[in-house]
């Protein structure tokens, strides 16, 4: 099991261009840093299925994200609550699900 502290801004970036490129930092409304990713469905529920699936490998991983639904635009944010940040694991899920956008 990944060891779960937050990253340092630096091993951020590393991990992401290393391991999901596709992936931007942001900060939440507590200033508590996440990365995320955003999928833009052509319809509705072919946006709910994408969902359905993130939660599939979330639930199966036991790591899950936040997920951001608007009509269309889903948008998926990890970071680790306890860490108060981004962790390894949150590096690892982002890549683990990447193929599924």
């Not at 992401?16 to 052509?42: C, D």
């Not at 939660?55 to 951001?68: K, M, Q, Y």
């Not at 269309?72 to 940040?85: E, N, S």
């Amino acid at each position: 099991m990944v060891e779960k502290i937050a990253l340092t801004e630096q091993e951020l970036e590393e991990k992401l261009k290393e391991m999901a490129p596709e992936w931007k930092t942001g900060k939440n409304e507590k200033g508590v840093p996440y990365i995320g990713r955003v999928h833009h469905a052509s319809k509705f529920m072919e946006g709910i299925a994408f969902v359905g699936k993130i939660a599939e490998a979330a639930e199966d991983n036991n790591h899950h994200p936040d997920i951001i639904i608007n009509y269309k635009r889903i948008t998926i944010r990890y970071w680790t609550h306890t860490a108060r940040g981004v962790t390894l694991a949150d590096v690892q899920m982002a890549e683990k699900i990447d193929p599924l956008f």
